[in-house]
């Protein structure tokens, strides 16, 4: 070791082709200043050491990843400094400063040497402070931020601390370290309001976590390859074991803490383990105070405020919700909005106390006289005959659960509750847990469906009237009343002994499909409903619940309302409202459909779809629409069935990307899947081009299937070459457009509708799915098509 190495970097430094801004090292007497933008480069080029933009004219001298710009260290990150004249300069005496503008100390190593001393940055993505001898003086990695990188050690009396948000760098709330107990943990300290272990869950015992505290080493490290092990029997590796290009273990900003790879190919982090997979449930404080925590799959957790809140610092989440009105003390001004499936949790007391056998209204008289209580939860056991009551004066961990012990009782001034019930009034409502704004006539809907409304006022009479008020409105706005019904009923959970009796034992068979096999039945409240036993039910039950509640929040016209589930043993149910007309596909070849239905299950069709892609939950594609999948209501309204099952079902075969063999129809599939491409929503564009063609021109797998020996496959190909080589005809002579169309609607229709569809159509199965329009796109052009065209009927006998 020692001066040959130097020498080494410093030839290095200028035979290396760096640009004139990289830095191999610095040494004493030199610094880095803000203004110029050097920095201090590895020697393989990956990672840089400098001054990195966190604000408005605020930086921190910072390592990162040169491809991504992954923040990886901070020196100090909660007080930034100016982006001019402020500098990082290594003092002659082996001291490395950092002074803003004002000259201010703002970090400092407080490293002395005698010697010569260098500055340089590792390919580890270690800053080196060094002196002539090869000795250490300072390195980053002794003092870590918020990310582990391999061959960091993390040891005792080091700690990685959350960064506050997404955007804001500075300490946040999520500590991870090995305690008193030579436990690796992670810990949560909202700045002394409140501050607990949280992972591995408190309540298990060392035993039961695997963990054990006889060895006093505290040591912790990530090998390249992705093998994360720790002195307390902690270990794992990462889904990706081997060796890739980066890896990084980051304590986030939500406090869960990740081990990312880099995927070269996407040009991305990809998560390859985490410590927490039920985020709402299980990592205090995620939403901040008030706040209401729900799991989307796919993107972890999402906020949002309860009805009366709003968020209180629109950029970050940390700070949680306030009132929109203030509470007033006086009782006869303060109400309640019962929210159900929502829960708050406390490790530490959200309540002030647990009262048992109180009726609804003493537990809620408490509430009212106290001015500190917030809220109330409510549950009665019916079996037991015994009622819990517990009031809250703080809503901390709030969250959507299906399993929440009882219904929340939100306190809010009266005014308040009326103008929350009064659909006229402007909501900014957030889709299931994002932070996009809804608009439009869904909104009231969309409020019903989260939080089925009721208000236990005053007096129960104040109740009804309210709620008498509430379906006026909703009758007066022609809101349908189904959603009404379904707000009062609720998503729930059946038994499977209900499920059985409803079906009289699995008697009816109405369906049956790759998922597996729909009875109707009828429930206890005598709304008939479709009910569907799934095949394959190899899920979790955390997993099949988290995603069997989304998809029951989904509403929408034209997509099939879930009314509830069963998850039960190895049962897994799912039941639905029922449809009267039955399939697409039944309709279609019993000739029921004329032009005018026809168009509008179309554009019905395109509708739902576009809502399951864009408005809110970009994550469900349906995979499989096909006319057995289109379901008619008593209007001839289309509502899409089994969308979200992809997910319920092949989460396993997914990842392993053999998916195609499991979901899909034949004839409706789109090119990518046969050829195992990646997946996007354009295969659902795909298949509903090809069900359109078989509307318009009647001809479908299911009335050609006898023709064809090798599967719907081929088939299609020839529909859609056969239709497109017709269409090239078409723009020379119209009249030949109807060689095209289903001979059963006998010359009924609008032949600019029709030529429009067609095209649309076509469009849709283009081979290219980046030629394919969206979903909402489709819906444009088909309601455009709508405006413009003029009733014109084509009579084949009057055209003469
Ligand atoms: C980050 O959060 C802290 C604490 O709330 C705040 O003081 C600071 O201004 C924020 N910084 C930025 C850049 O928003
Ligand atoms: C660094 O410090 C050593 C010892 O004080 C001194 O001999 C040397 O000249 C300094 N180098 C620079 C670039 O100032
Ligand atoms: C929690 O954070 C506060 C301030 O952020 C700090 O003063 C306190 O020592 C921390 N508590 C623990 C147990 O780390
Ligand atoms: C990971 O490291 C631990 C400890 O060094 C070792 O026992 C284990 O076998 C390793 N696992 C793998 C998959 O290499
Ligand atoms: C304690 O952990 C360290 C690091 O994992 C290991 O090398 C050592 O053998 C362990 N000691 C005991 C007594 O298990
Ligand atoms: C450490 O964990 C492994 C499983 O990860 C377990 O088999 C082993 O018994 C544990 N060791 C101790 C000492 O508890
Ligand atoms: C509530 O009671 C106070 C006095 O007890 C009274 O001044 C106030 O007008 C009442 N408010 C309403 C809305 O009835
Ligand atoms: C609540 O009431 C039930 C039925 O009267 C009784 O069995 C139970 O002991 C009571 N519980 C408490 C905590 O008072
Ligand atoms: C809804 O959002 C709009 C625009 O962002 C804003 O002007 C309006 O005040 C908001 N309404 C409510 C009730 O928050």
Redesign the pocket.
């Known amino acids: 070791m020692g001066s040959p190495i130097f020498f080494l970097l410093l030839s290095l430094a200028f035979s290396f082709p760096l640009s004139s801004s990289a830095l191999i090292a610095i040494?004493?007497?030199?610094s880095i200043s803000v203004e110029k933008p050097d920095s201090l480069i590895s020697l393989n080029g990956d990672f840089s050491a400098g001054f990195y933009s966190v604000g408005d004219n605020a930086y921190c001298f910072a390592i990162w990843f040169c491809n991504s710009r992954t923040v990886v260290w901070m020196a100090n990150r909660d007080r930034p400094v100016n982006g001019k004249h402020s500098k990082l300069s290594l003092l002659?005496n082996g001291n490395l400063i950092l002074t803003d503008a004002n000259k201010l100390n703002v970090w400092i190593t407080n490293t002395v040497s005698?010697?010569?001393?260098q500055l340089s940055l590792y390919n580890t993505g270690n800053l080196v402070l060094c002196n002539v001898d090869g000795v250490i003086l300072w390195q980053s990695f002794d003092f870590p931020t918020d990310t582990l990188l391999p061959q960091q050690l993390l040891t005792r009396n080091i700690k990685l601390v959350s960064s506050r948000s997404q955007s804001n760098y500075s300490t946040g709330f999520y500590e991870f370290f090995f305690n008193n107990k030579n436990i690796l943990r992670l810990f949560y300290n909202d700045s002394g309001i409140s501050s607990t272990d949280y992972w591995p869950n408190p309540w298990l015992t060392l035993w039961d976590t695997g963990r054990i505290s006889y060895n006093n080493s505290k040591t912790a490290v990530l090998n390249s390859l992705g093998n994360f092990s720790s002195s307390d029997n902690l270990t794992f590796v990462s889904a990706d074991y081997g060796a890739v290009l980066h890896r990084r273990l980051t304590l986030d900003y939500d406090g869960n803490i990740r081990l990312y790879s880099w995927e070269e190919e996407r040009q991305s982090w990809v998560v390859s383990w985490q410590a927490i997979q039920k985020p709402c449930e299980m990592i205090p404080g995620a939403c901040g105070a008030n706040g209401l925590c729900s799991y989307v799959i796919g993107s972890g957790r999402k906020c949002s405020c309860p009805p009366g809140y709003k968020m209180k610092n629109r950029i970050d989440w940390a700070d949680g919700c306030e009132l929109e009105v203030d509470l007033s003390c006086e009782q006869n001004e303060s109400g309640f909005l019962q929210l159900s499936q929502v829960d708050f949790y406390s490790y530490y007391g959200n309540d002030f106390g647990l009262f048992n056998n109180y009726s609804f209204d003493q537990c809620r008289d408490l509430c009212l006289a106290s001015c500190d209580c917030k809220a109330f939860e409510y549950s009665f056991n019916e079996y037991y005959g015994y009622s819990k009551c517990s009031p809250k004066t703080r809503l901390l961990n709030g969250y959507h659960t299906p399993n929440s012990n009882g219904d929340l009782f939100l306190k809010l001034p009266k005014s308040k509750i009326l103008s929350l019930l009064n659909p006229l009034e402007e909501f900014n409502l957030t889709c299931p847990g994002d932070g996009t704004i809804q608009s439009g006539r869904n909104r009231t809907k969309k409020f019903m469906l989260w939080f089925a409304c009721g208000v236990g006022g005053l007096e129960i009479i104040s109740f009804f009237l309210v709620w008498c008020l509430f379906i006026k409105i909703e009758k007066s706005l022609g809101v349908d009343k189904q959603a009404y019904d379904r707000a009062a009923i609720g998503f729930r959970n059946f038994t499977y002994t209900e499920l059985k009796k409803a079906t009289k034992n699995f008697s009816e068979e109405i369906g049956r499909g790759a998922g597996g096999i729909v009875y109707k039945g009828v429930l206890s409240d005598k709304r008939v409903a479709a009910i569907k036993l799934l095949k394959e039910a190899s899920q979790g039950d955390g997993e099949f619940l988290a995603e069997v509640t989304i998809i029951g929040r989904i509403n929408h016209m034209n997509l099939i309302e879930m009314w509830g589930y069963c998850a039960e043993g190895k049962y897994r149910l799912l039941v639905y409202e029922y449809m009267e007309h039955g399939s697409l596909a039944d309709n279609l070849s019993a000739n029921v459909l004329d032009w005018e239905k026809r168009f509008k299950i179309v554009v019905g069709i395109a509708k739902g779809l576009a809502y399951l892609h864009e408005d809110c939950l970009d994550w469900i594609l349906h995979c499989d629409i096909k006319p057995q999948n289109i379901l008619l209501d008593s209007t001839y309204q289309p509502k899409v069935a089994d969308f979200g099952l992809s997910k319920l079902q092949n989460r396993g075969v997914l990842k392993n990307s053999s998916f195609s063999n499991i979901r899909g129809t034949r004839g409706y599939m789109a090119p990518e899947w046969i050829f195992n491409l990646p997946i996007t929503s354009k295969v659902d564009v795909y298949s509903y081009g090809i069900v359109v063609l078989e509307m318009v021109t009647g001809k479908g797998p299911s009335r050609s299937v006898h023709a064809i020996d090798d599967g719907g496959e081929a088939e299609h190909k020839r529909l859609v070459t056969w239709v497109r080589e017709k269409m090239k005809k078409v723009a020379i002579d119209t009249s030949l457009l109807e060689e095209i169309i289903d001979p059963m609607l006998v010359g009924k229709y609008d032949i600019f509708e029709m030529e429009a569809l067609v095209h649309v159509a076509l469009q849709c199965v283009e081979e290219d799915k980046d030629e394919r329009p969206t979903m909402s796109q489709v819906v444009e052009m088909l309601l455009r098509q709508e405006k413009v065209s003029d009733v014109v009927i084509f009579d084949e006998c009057s055209d003469e």
Do not use: C, E
């Open positions: 040494s004493n007497g030199t002659k005698l010697s010569f001393v």
